[in-house]
Structures are given as structure tokens and as C-alpha cells.
């Protein structure tokens, strides 16, 4: 079974403080990775995606990646009420197949 | 901004009926597939639809579910005799490529009563 792991929390931060959440997967041939983020009810919706080991910006967000520890986090920078949702980590396996987490809620206090 | 579409939004059947839900992917994408999302539970993947077949499915997809690109936009999900535990989100999404980014269409929910 390929297992994404995520700490479900609930994270809570100050507006306009960084939120950083984690993820670890278990599928060591695994080469690409996702954030979505999904307010409650609705579906998934992407933010990012890394394929390479190292960091990738867009905008306030940054992907990071290491695929020696199976390690993938999220930082959101500069952060709004609005970011307030639930943060998936999704994973393709190399048996073709997309992996979420069970997902990081997090919410920004104004 | 092209977006996934999903019909209908919510649909409410009998256990031992059928349903099938319906998906517009995203024009110029090519790889297709379905997940469902049992409330309070994470995104499980069903299957996923390339060049008019199955080109994986999870141990989810049973002999109850199956899936179809009738036509040149549409794909569905077909749930022959549904079950009390089938109630769930199923959401539809597509990509341009395989292992690539994936577009979620905003779901159908399911309730079998």
C-alpha cells in the first residue's frame, strides 16, 4: 500500500505569519509531487507541483522536495484568512496511481 | 479559464439502483479519471482513462463501477447496483499528461439511502 502521511493538526497561525506544512511518502520511485487545497466541501484544487529535488516559488507559496527523505513541505508566506483550509499532499506512484493524504488543516487568525 | 464540469451535483438513489455520473474533462486534455471522497476521509483514487480505455484502476473499482467516454466530451462513471457505503464525493478531474498536473472538476454527491 503507498502511504502519504500527513499530521492532520489542526495548524493555526497569525496573519501574516508562514505556515508550513509536511508531508512524507513511502514509494521511493515516486517523481511527482502536488499540493491542493480544499475548503470544506468543495473539491481540490491546485496549488503547485514539484517534480525536481529542491524549491520551487509561485507567488507566496514554496514547494520543497527531497526525494532522499521522501520528504515534500509547503510554505505559505505572508498568510490570509482566506488560506484557511485543509492542505493535501498528493502523490504519483510509480504504479500509476494518485495518492492523497488524509490532509493539514490549517487556519489563519486574524 | 477552462474548467472540469460535473453533472449533477448532487444525486440522492436507492440502494441497488443505478447511477451514473457525468464529467466534462478540461477540451485539450487526454488522461481522465475518477476519485471519491467519503466524508471526513481523504481523496481515493477509482481509475483513470486514457485513449478510450482503463489504464489503471484501485482495488475500489470493483465489478459494480465502471466508466465510458460516450462521446467526444463526455466521461462517466457508472455504479450498477449502489450500496449504502458508495455515499461519498466523487469528483472528476483530467490532465494533459500522465503523472502530470490534474484539474478537479467540483463533484457530484452521492447518497444512497
Known amino acids: 500500500q503507498k502511504e502519504v502521511e500527513q499530521n492532520s493538526g489542526p495548524l493555526s497561525v497569525p496573519e501574516g505569519a508562514i505556515a508550513s506544512l509536511n508531508c512524507t511518502y513511502s514509494d521511493r520511485g515516486s517523481q511527482s509531487f502536488f499540493w491542493y487545497r480544499q475548503y470544506s466541501g468543495k473539491s481540490p484544487e491546485l496549488i503547485m507541483s514539484?517534480?525536481?529535488?529542491g524549491d520551487k516559488e509561485d507567488g507566496r507559496f514554496t514547494a520543497q522536495l527531497n526525494k532522499a527523505s521522501q520528504y515534500v513541505s509547503l510554505l505559505i508566506r505572508d498568510s490570509q484568512p482566506s488560506d484557511s483550509a485543509t492542505y493535501l499532499c498528493?502523490?504519483?506512484?510509480?504504479?500509476?496511481?494518485?495518492?492523497f493524504g488524509t490532509g493539514t488543516s490549517l487556519t489563519v487568525i486574524p | 479559464e477552462p474548467e472540469v464540469t460535473q453533472t449533477p451535483s448532487h444525486q440522492v438513489t436507492q440502494m441497488g439502483q443505478e447511477v451514473i455520473l457525468r464529467c466534462v474533462p478540461i477540451?485539450?486534455?487526454?488522461?481522465f479519471y475518477w476519485y471519491r471522497q467519503i466524508l471526513g476521509q481523504k481523496v481515493e483514487f477509482l481509475v483513470s482513462f486514457y485513449n478510450n480505455e482503463i489504464s489503471e484502476k484501485s482495488e475500489i473499482f470493483d465489478d459494480q463501477f465502471s466508466v465510458e467516454r460516450p462521446d467526444g466530451s463526455n466521461f462517466t462513471l457508472k455504479i450498477r447496483s449502489t450500496k449504502l457505503e458508495d455515499s461519498a464525493m466523487y469528483f472528476c478531474a483530467s490532465s494533459v499528461r500522465q503523472a502530470g498536473e490534474q484539474y478537479f472538476g467540483p463533484g457530484t454527491r452521492l447518497t444512497v439511502t
Open positions: 477540451s485539450n486534455h487526454l488522461y
Open positions: 514539484i517534480y525536481s529535488n
Open positions: 498528493a502523490v504519483w506512484s510509480q504504479g500509476n496511481q494518485f495518492y
